[in-house]
């Protein structure tokens, strides 16, 4: 088998793996409504995927590469806690959407309140990395729908 097959194979079984996990729990899907509306009123619009990094003040980063999350500077997200590692994690671009990858860190990646190695991301996720939240927003969602 060469390396094309086995990465779809790869990629279709994260994707198998993510669909069987938990979408997030009734309580956090009812603040996403507030957290959207944050989103919109700082002007950036959902024309791209971002992470809402609940700190004060808050902010919003868009997703347009691969990010690594993590304590180091070098990060496109830092977090400066004692339950981050360097390099905690990183969120990568795949086919499928957006799939964040622990890198090994001490303290894991949990993804609604379950750790993770590795998730395809759903929109309104809320990750926990240390004492850090952050809640990803894939797409904006249809007038009219319920949260």
């Not at 980063?61 to 830092?78: M, T, Y």
């Not at 360097?86 to 990646?109: A, F, I, M, Y």
Request: one cysteine or more.
């Amino acid at each position: 088998m060469g390396e094309f097959e086995l990465q779809r194979e790869l990629r279709q079984a994260v994707l198998a793996q993510t669909l069987l996990m938990d979408a997030p729990s009734p309580p956090i899907r009812a603040r996403l409504g507030a957290l959207r509306a944050l989103v919109k009123e700082a002007g950036t619009g959902l024309d791209r995927p971002v992470l809402v990094l609940h700190s004060e003040p808050r902010e919003l980063f868009r997703l347009d590469a691969d990010l690594v999350i993590g304590s180091a500077a070098a990060c496109g997200i830092v977090l400066d806690g004692e339950y981050v590692s360097h390099k905690h994690c990183v969120l990568r671009k795949v086919p499928e959407g957006w799939l964040l990858e622990d890198q090994g860190s001490t303290n894991g990646v949990f993804v609604n309140g379950k750790k993770v190695e590795r998730r395809i991301l759903l929109d309104g996720d809320v990750i926990q990395i240390g004492r850090f939240t952050l809640t990803f927003f894939r797409e904006t969602t249809p007038a009219g729908c319920d949260l």
